[in-house]
């Protein structure tokens, strides 16, 4: 490993999946102005996600809808021949 290329300031902090409500502890260096209580008691930090594995389509083996024909006609009008 390089030395001096590595963040020195991990620390715990609470993510927490916006989109279900689940909560999760893990060392990060992101940059919150928020706090929680965890369940040991203690204020973390809280860094809030748009979408994590609990909630993300390819974890929970659920399908997602797609766009696809606007995709396909997106594709047409840019490629199309003039």
Do not use: C
Request: glycine content about 6%.
């Amino acid at each position: 490993m390089k030395q001096g290329i590595h963040p020195a300031s991990y620390r715990l902090v609470v993510f927490k999946d916006m989109s279900n409500g689940h909560t999760f502890l893990s060392r990060s260096t992101a940059a919150s102005k928020e706090t929680i209580a965890w369940e040991d008691g203690a204020e973390y930090p809280l860094v809030k996600l748009e979408i994590s594995n609990t909630s993300h389509p390819f974890f929970t083996g659920k399908s997602m809808l797609m766009d696809t024909a606007g995709r396909i006609d997106k594709f047409n009008k840019k490629y199309a021949k003039k």
